[in-house]
């Protein structure tokens, strides 16, 4: 069984920052690309950012600029630091892994973290 946990979400006010982290647990051999998604009330899940083993990113053009992800290997764990938060970006943000276990592999969801942008 493998697990994902989000947490760093919360209430902030417009222009500041918040740091979610999503850590990754169970049964697994290695952790190919893990991704940030959001999901606005009344909207569709959308793409936020991905990051490969390797450390290569990709962002959706919303965020560009003001997102940062990142990943710490060793500890399964990844991060999505986020600047100049804008209300728009208000949603329900939710981590994804294609994880590698001993017998296969599967992506996988967290259960989301709310951040919540006042302006």
């Known amino acids: 069984q493998v697990q994902l946990v989000e947490s760093g979400g919360g209430l902030v006010q417009a222009g500041g920052s918040l740091r979610l982290s999503c850590a990754a647990s169970?049964?697994?051999?290695?952790?190919?690309?893990m991704r940030w998604y959001r999901q606005a009330p009344g909207k569709q899940r959308e793409f936020v950012a991905t990051?490969?083993?390797?450390?290569?990113?990709n962002y959706a053009d919303s965020v560009k600029g003001r997102f940062i992800i990142s990943r710490d290997n060793a500890k399964n764990t990844m991060y999505l630091q986020m600047n100049s938060l804008k209300p728009e970006d208000t949603a329900v943000y939710y981590c994804?892994?294609?994880?590698?276990?001993?017998?296969?592999?599967?992506?996988?969801w967290g259960q989301g973290t709310q951040v919540t942008i006042s302006s």
């Open positions: 994804n892994a294609d994880v590698l276990r001993v017998y296969g592999g599967d992506t996988y």
């Open positions: 169970g049964s697994i051999f290695s952790i190919n690309a």
């Open positions: 990051v490969t083993s390797g450390g290569s990113t």
